[in-house]
């Protein structure tokens, strides 16, 4: 076959094709075996709180109270398998969950220059702003994944471990298992929601080295940063800006009413972080020079 | 994208110039004219301005100044357009270790907006066979020898039917048989129609296969044009093979040649203007043995070497 003998010809192209690139980026992320190891820690950490708390309560007592565990869902384990997804959730948030996050957005460009596969997806040619897009696309994707792989897992667990029922809110009201259920799906849809500034924050970083390892550390470390700054009380004036300052205003799904406030004020500052880090991502990544 | 006007070149390029940042003047005022057909060599030391120059055309970098055509389109601004039409291997080939080598191809093409996923599997399949990488397909692309990385590149380059390939040393690291497999590809593809533009510092292969050539030193275009006239400007060697080699040099001296190297029974010279059979009975009058008398045509070197006037060296 010769493969000029349609040179010059123009091509049809459907405008669905373009999607092709996601699905490609997708596949490619999730075949990594690092992607792979992430993710098994993140479902590993629920199977460890269960045992852990199951251990713990053999002997008849209730377990310690609180304690890092998140909003006083760990004490009711025992009683409801269904709060160990909130517990592993309010558990993995703070770091799990963003250094996930930060490993795969940090590699996201910077992984591709190092290993020189940018320049050829840029000759494909993918065009800057659709693969910085993809990229995006697919990091945000992985945080909906491994959000609902640690939830998943702690479901799983709790339901193996413990009993399951009714629950009762933080505001002392009885709901029902289903109801519950649906809570703890709003939950994980929160929680992912909350990592949409680190992966924002991750892919800007990612854009300005060439090094995979560096845009990862580099994630890791303000993500670290970040969490010890928003414990400093003289900040306080700041802090409202850090993105994790609402992390865990997902628990106020569990009130019964829901208390909006602060969820929507994490939204909104994840929003924020996406457009200023996506803007400036965007900003470097289309007139840098590729010469790796 | 429209077809190129009669004689319109397939790129060129006016005043083309980069520094990096850091300094580095990596091409300077490079005026490059690619004719549509062409196998076009683009020759130079290590470090001359290829690799930057491709860059440039294929909108990996920004110049510095001065304009670039590729297809007749303005670049970068046109990447869009221009590059779906365009094969590239730039700087040798990079892969994902973790993918198979069908895989990587698959990555490749999916990239691509303007490439049908319908016809995806059938094109990977013929781009591996016309590298010979069938059976190599289902393996790790970080299990691939050197020359079978370098294959896979070329594979990448060719998923689709191009008007122009662009290959940045295609045949580092491939065994010899390989390097005569890629040239005959290289023949192949341009006796399609594809204009090939080709880098290398290895002369002879780029005066088996090129029809054009172009010459960097430090940045800068010493010259360019048909391989024939290139070559044709440099002047062949006189050649005399003789057990009398101290005997031969006096007489071709007094014949007129210039430059006599002694070399063992070698003695070459520049050829005198006047008729070579007189120089030959010249030395036969004066008793020297003669078993070899002849004129080597000046390799594509010859004239490399009398245009840079310092050889194949790295310049700092
Ligand atoms: N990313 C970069 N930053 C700064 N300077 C660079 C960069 N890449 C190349 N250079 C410099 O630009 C000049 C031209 O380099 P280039 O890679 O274009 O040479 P080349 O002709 O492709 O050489 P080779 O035959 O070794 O591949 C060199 O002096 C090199 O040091
Ligand atoms: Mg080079």
Redesign the interface.
């Known amino acids: 076959m010769s493969l000029a003998e349609n040179a010059g010809a123009v091509r049809p192209v459907s405008p669905l094709w373009t999607f092709g690139l996601l699905r490609s980026e997708l596949t490619t992320t999730f075949r990594r075996w690092r992607t792979l190891a992430l993710l098994a820690v993140l479902a590993g950490v629920p199977v460890l709180v269960g045992i852990a708390v199951k251990m713990e309560t053999s002997d008849g007592s209730s377990p310690g109270g609180g304690g890092g565990g998140g909003p006083a869902f760990i004490s009711q384990i025992t009683n409801n398998g269904l709060f160990l997804v909130f517990t592993a959730l309010a558990a993995t948030l703070p770091f799990f969950l963003p250094m996930a996050i930060g490993v795969v957005a940090g590699d996201a460009i910077a992984g591709e220059s190092n290993a020189g596969t940018l320049r050829y997806l840029l000759v494909a040619p993918a065009g800057r702003s659709r693969l910085l897009l993809t990229k995006y696309a697919t990091v945000v994707i992985f945080c909906l994944a491994a959000t609902l792989v640690v939830a998943v897992s702690a479901l799983t667990v709790g339901a193996l471990l413990f009993p399951l029922g009714d629950l009762t809110t933080i505001s002392g009201t009885q709901i029902s298992f289903a109801e519950g259920l649906g809570r703890a799906l709003l939950i994980a849809l929160a929680v992912a929601a909350s990592l949409i500034g680190v992966a924002a924050l991750g892919l800007f970083v990612s854009t300005l080295t060439g090094s995979g390892i560096a845009a990862m550390a580099t994630t890791v470390g303000l993500l670290i940063t970040v969490q010890i700054l928003d414990q400093i009380p003289q900040l306080h004036a700041l802090q409202p800006y850090f993105f994790s300052h609402y992390w865990l205003s997902f628990a106020d799904l569990m009130r019964e009413p829901v208390y909006w406030d602060d969820l929507a004020k994490n939204l909104g500052l994840q929003a924020l972080y996406a457009a200023v880090f996506g803007s400036a991502a965007w900003a470097r990544f289309t007139t840098k020079d590729i010469t790796a | 994208?429209g077809?190129l006007s009669a004689g319109e070149p397939v790129i060129a390029t006016r005043a083309l110039t980069k520094r990096?940042?850091g300094g580095q003047l990596a091409v300077d005022g490079l005026d490059l004219t690619v004719p549509a057909g062409s196998v076009f060599g683009f020759l130079g030391p290590n470090g001359s301005g290829k690799t930057t120059t491709i860059?440039m055309l294929?909108?990996?970098?920004?110049s510095t100044s001065g304009t670039a055509t590729v297809l007749g389109q303005p670049m970068p601004r046109a990447?869009?357009a221009v590059?779906?039409?365009?094969g590239?291997l730039?700087?040798?080939p990079?892969?994902?270790?973790?993918?198979s080598g069908r895989d990587n191809l698959?990555?490749?093409?999916?990239?691509?907006?303007?490439?049908?996923?319908r016809t995806r599997k059938a094109r990977v399949a013929?781009a591996l066979d016309?590298v010979g990488l069938t059976a190599a397909a289902g393996k790790k692309a970080k299990a691939y020898s050197l020359g079978m990385k370098q294959r896979l590149g070329l594979a990448?380059a060719?998923l689709?039917?191009?008007?122009l390939l662009v290959l940045d040393e295609p045949t580092n690291g491939l065994d010899p048989q390989g390097m005569r497999e890629i040239r005959t590809l290289i023949r192949e593809?341009a006796s399609?129609?594809?204009t090939v533009f080709l880098s290398s510092h290895l002369l002879d292969e780029i005066e088996q296969v090129c029809t054009h050539a172009a010459v960097m030193t430090q940045g800068r275009l010493i010259t360019q044009g048909a391989v024939a006239e290139l070559s044709a400007g440099a002047r062949g060697r006189l050649v005399v093979t003789t057990p009398d080699p101290s005997e031969a040099a006096r007489v071709l001296k007094e014949q007129g040649v210039g430059d006599v190297v002694v070399t063992d029974d070698r003695v070459t010279g520049e050829p005198p203007d006047r008729d070579l059979a007189d120089v030959n009975a010249a030395l036969v009058t004066a008793g020297v043995r003669v078993r070899g008398f002849t004129v080597e045509r000046a390799s594509l070197e010859d004239a490399f070497v009398a245009l840079t006037g310092e050889g194949f060296d790295v310049a700092g």
Do not use: K
């Open positions: 994208m077809e990096y940042r860059r294929m909108g990996l970098i920004e990447t869009r590059l779906p039409h365009v590239a730039i700087e040798g990079a892969l994902y270790g973790f993918l698959i990555r490749y093409d999916s990239a691509d907006p303007a490439a049908d996923p013929a016309r990448a060719l689709q039917p191009r008007r593809l399609d129609g594809t």
